[in-house]
């Protein structure tokens, strides 16, 4: 629908003129000749342009009473007086702009345009933070088609009692797929324990998974290892590929016999457990050089899940943007930063080697106002050529279509502007996968 711009002002030659200048920019406009009435107006507009000085309602008393009426409503004030101290006080009370007579028309309505611009972005971040909250239940972010594929193999595998390995690249949230599997299974009110096994020395790997009674070396203490420790729950273990050559097969044999022998005890303690485990490497490949055993592969690896990186999960990206961000700057009590079109276009195009754990990094910078990598900002080397640039965008805004439609040509074809034929063969060109 085409914007809502209220002009205040009570001189009405000057108002009729400014409501002129911005219809035939293309708002639509209603004149006011104070405050008052363009309060008690029944329409809401999605900017307003006032006058600082007015009878009855100033533009500034005007600016704070929409302030506590609808925060997000731009507000661009105009004087005639020049008093730069009502002018800083205006910006700190949340005046979009604030402009001095005589001003140039097309600069006015620049910032008009900028104005609509911000308020659309902060209902896009209000529209994402509201999504974000009915997710959060699920610890899951995220609407791509990948994102949703994810969820339902958790839905599915989570009331199962199979053992689960999860592999993906390093960053793309193993760890909260593990805890997502647990919190949807009948062990959910159970205890979820974690295991790195790439943090442990193999010195201590023993201990610290099978436990030890006392006297079993000088100063030991009764102690249970992690397997007992989640018997009732779930135990995942983190990056398994590293994993000690030596512990594998004692891990293998407590996992079939779902039992475990302390260190220095000669008694088996029965567990009640599954088994997550995470790799960021192909596991299986790990089997035929000997490095990992195949036997504890197939027990571990009843299901498998394969979590995407983040470069194939498209709108997750800005989404999962904005929501640290948020966290960021409500931590450190700063507003949060909305990315501007530009921005936008380089966070969709940027690689993400560090998968959602980059991301995060670099959100939270963004919240801190500080300037980001330079490697976020174009990737090395010379520009591609246009033609190419085109291909690659246009490629990108299918699959974001194809992403939201579901694979559904017809509708996305629809959400596009164009034939589905069309659609079909650029899918075919580009050669996206739905």
Not at 164 to 172: A, F, N, R, S, Y
Not at 265 to 277: M, Y
Not at 358 to 377: H, K, N, T, V, Y
Request: net charge neutral; proline share 6%.
């Amino acid at each position: 629908m085409t914007p809502l711009i209220h002009v205040v002002e009570d001189d009405a030659a000057h108002r009729a003129a400014l409501c002129d200048l911005v219809s035939a920019a293309g708002y639509r406009a209603e004149g006011f000749a104070d405050g008052s009435r363009a309060l008690a107006a029944p329409t809401r507009p999605d900017l307003v342009l006032s006058d600082l000085r007015m009878p009855v309602m100033d533009g500034q008393a005007l600016l704070e009473a929409l302030r506590d009426r609808d925060p997000d409503c731009p507000v661009v004030l105009i004087s005639g007086h020049g008093d730069l101290a009502q002018a800083v006080q205006a910006m700190r009370a949340g005046a979009e702009d604030f402009l001095e007579k005589p001003y140039d028309g097309m600069h006015l309505l620049a910032v008009i345009e900028r104005g609509l611009r911000t308020r659309a972005a902060r209902a896009e971040i209000g529209r994402l933070q509201a999504y974000i909250a009915r997710r959060e239940e699920a610890g899951l972010l995220g609407r791509s088609a990948a994102t949703e594929a994810l969820r339902a193999r958790i839905a599915a595998l989570a009331p199962t009692g199979l053992d689960i390995l999860v592999t993906g690249e390093t960053g793309t949230g193993k760890e909260l797929v593990a805890r997502a599997l647990h919190a949807a299974s009948p062990r959910a009110a159970g205890p979820f324990v974690a295991l790195n096994c790439a943090a442990l020395p193999e010195s201590l790997f023993e201990i610290e998974i099978f436990g030890h009674v006392a006297g079993a070396f000088p100063g030991a203490a009764d102690r249970p290892g992690k397997l007992e420790t989640a018997s009732g729950g779930t135990l995942l273990l983190d990056e398994v590929e590293a994993m000690p050559a030596a512990i594998q097969p004692k891990l293998l044999r407590a996992l079939e016999e779902r039992a475990v022998e302390r260190l220095g005890e000669n008694r088996l303690r029965q567990l009640d457990l599954r088994i997550v485990a995470t790799s960021k490497t192909g596991l299986r490949d790990l089997t035929l050089d000997g490095s990992f055993r195949a036997d504890l592969f197939y027990r571990l690896a009843g299901a498998e899940i394969e979590v995407e990186p983040l470069r194939a999960r498209g709108e997750d990206i800005l989404l999962l943007f904005s929501h640290f961000a948020g966290l960021a700057a409500a931590r450190h009590g700063r507003p949060a930063p909305v990315p501007d079109y530009p921005m936008r276009q380089r966070l969709m195009a940027r690689p993400w080697p560090g998968n959602v754990r980059e991301l995060r990094a670099m959100a939270e910078r963004a919240a801190l106002g500080l300037d980001l990598p330079e490697s976020a900002a174009a990737p090395a080397g010379p520009p591609a050529p246009l033609t190419e640039r085109v291909a690659a965008f246009e490629a990108r805004e299918i699959r974001q279509a194809l992403e939201r439609c579901r694979g559904n040509t017809e509708r996305a074809a629809r959400a596009l502007g164009i034939a589905r034929r069309t659609l079909n063969d650029k899918i075919s060109r580009y050669g996206i996968r739905i």
